[in-house]
């Protein structure tokens, strides 16, 4: 069976829709696995969420996701992010608030925990540094953990001696799932930070045990003309561009 494994879609209706046809093209997957934060930043956070509801998927929540339904207040948000889950709270439909607001925090499937920031602090917590992340493998009963959050994508391995070492994983890359526990990150679908502005995205294939990561050109210029006619903070519009 193959999965996709889907973090960070921000509302970017033109990179979410560029990445199901690319995965369309690739002979689809049995399911979508989402690791939080479908709106947020971008212009279709409506869309989106009604888009992913169309396949067969699991998502987790994310601090955007929470944060557009009044669950969390945007106190710690920069300002720009601010402005953006308060004029996305506006977009949802009473549909799209009750689907945000069951979302659960942590996931387990076959052997993988999914959580949007990490397995000990599902909604906050960044997994950037090996000394970060060395500390949440106590923190998950499954072999491998999948999150998103930084919009980097990235893999932490735990080594023999409970340490924790880190790669980077790049477009093709292909991760053989062997002993060591790993904590993995696709990367952001509609707001990739890592200074590649393509969507991010990775299949997990159940009977190889190999997790691929691709990274997808869409039509950046569609969403950031969206963000322009809602009069979304700059800054985020500016971003998409460089992928930072
Ligand atoms: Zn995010």
Redesign the pocket.
């Known amino acids: 069976m193959r999965y996709a494994i889907l973090a960070?879609i921000?509302a970017n209706l033109a990179a979410f829709t560029a990445v199901l046809e690319a995965i369309k093209r690739e002979g689809g997957v049995e399911e979508l696995w989402c690791l939080g934060?479908i709106v947020?930043y971008g212009p279709d956070p409506h869309e989106c969420i009604e888009l992913l509801r169309q396949y067969k998927h699991v998502c987790v929540a994310?601090n955007?996701d929470w944060a557009a339904i009044g669950k969390i207040d945007t106190s710690d948000f920069n300002p720009a992010a601010a402005a953006a889950a308060h004029w996305t709270t506006g977009q949802l439909t009473p549909q799209d608030v009750d689907y945000l607001s069951k979302l659960p925090l942590t996931i387990e499937k076959d052997d993988f925990t999914l959580a949007h920031g990490s397995p000990r602090e599902p909604i906050w917590e960044y997994l950037l540094s090996v000394s970060s992340a060395g500390e949440n493998f106590v923190h998950f009963n499954t072999k491998f953990c999948l999150v998103?959050?930084s919009?980097v994508p990235l893999i932490f391995k735990q080594t023999e001696t409970s340490g924790c070492s880190f790669a980077s994983f790049k477009a093709g890359d292909r991760l053989v799932l062997a002993e060591n526990r790993l904590i993995i990150n696709p990367g952001?679908v509609g707001?990739p930070r890592d200074g590649d502005p393509r969507a991010s995205y990775a299949i997990y294939d159940s009977d190889n045990r190999v997790i691929q990561l691709y990274r997808i050109p869409y039509n950046i210029g569609v969403t950031q003309s969206r963000m322009m006619q809602h009069k979304l903070p700059l800054r985020l519009i500016v971003r998409l561009s460089y992928g930072m």
Do not use: A, P, W, Y
């Open positions: 960070d921000h934060d947020g994310g955007h998103g959050h919009h952001g707001q």
